[in-house]
């Protein structure tokens, strides 16, 4: 009798819905000398935060002409970064007609799921950026907001703790090296010198509070700053880091 038998399971598999995070990449026009130009520019800015990420290609406000799109070249110059396509959101007939024949998974549009998400309580990542969760997260308690998840510990290099529902709060530093991402706010208690990504679900809203800015990366629903623009404004110093007009902007903590 195999082991299958004995352990009582009927099937090899099941499937479950699951919250996994993704960076939209937001394509205005194709051109395959200056895409594959512009994807070296902005990994060389972040090398670490783009390896291996799941991408979907936006078309929400692509401009371009649909016989100019070429997904297989889109996904080759990807793979050559160890980026990996999986998807495309929004776009016409015709060029969802070109991604399909290209393998990848179509999406819906996603202007009315993002407000969905930001008028919801938080729920997931990206590592990285804007979530892709075209299915509602399920919510015990709808009317009350997610708890928090609190760390007491250092997290160190080469951790990631993630918080998939609401903020995530650390009593302690951040070392360089470490990831720390919540679908809500992230407070850091302790020098930040490492990654954080707050709102990973696409919440605009989300924030970033640090004791001392000291950050490789922070990211707001998908829009980042790496370490040589934060220094800038506030290095070293408390602060808070939200989104504006699609921009960061970092503005200092008033002591009590």
């Known amino acids: 009798m195999s082991e299958t038998a004995v352990s009582g399971v009927k099937q090899c ?22 895409f594959e130009s512009t994807l070296r520019d902005k990994i060389s ?31 080759g110059a990807c793979r050559r970064h160890n980026i990996h396509v999986i998807g495309v959101r929004g776009g016409n007939d015709d060029q969802r007609r070109l991604a399909r024949g290209a393998s990848l998974a179509l999406l819906p549009g996603g202007n009315q799921r993002d407000r969905d998400i930001d008028t919801a309580p938080a729920t997931e990542s990206a590592a990285t ?39 995530l709060i650390i009593l302690a530093p951040v070392q360089a090296g470490a990831e720390v991402l919540a679908a809500g706010n992230v407070h850091v208690y302790g020098p930040l010198r ?10 605009e809203h989300a924030r970033v509070f640090c004791q001392s800015l000291e950050a490789e990366l922070v990211s707001i629903a998908g829009h980042y700053k790496i370490s040589e ?10 602060v808070q880091i939200q989104l504006r007009d699609d921009l960061l902007v970092v503005t200092p903590l008033e002591k009590a």
């Not at 490492?194 to 919440?203: C, D, N, S």
């Open 13 to 34: 598999f099941q499937l479950k819905s699951a919250n996994v995070s993704m960076t939209a990449l937001e394509l205005y026009f194709f051109d395959n000398d200056d």
């Open 45 to 75: 800015q972040a090398p670490g935060f783009f390896k291996d990420i799941p991408l979907i290609i936006s078309l929400e406000k692509y401009e371009g002409l649909s016989s100019e799109l070429d997904f297989f070249k889109i996904i």
């Open 129 to 167: 950026g804007p979530t892709e969760n075209p299915t509602p997260a399920r919510v015990e308690n709808p009317g009350e907001p997610a708890p928090a998840k609190i760390i007491n510990q250092p997290v160190r290099s080469g951790q990631q703790v993630y918080a998939p529902e609401g903020d």
């Open 194 to 203: 490492g990654r954080a990504l707050a709102g990973i679900h696409g919440a």
């Open 229 to 238: 623009d934060l220094q800038d404004n506030g290095w070293k110093t408390a």
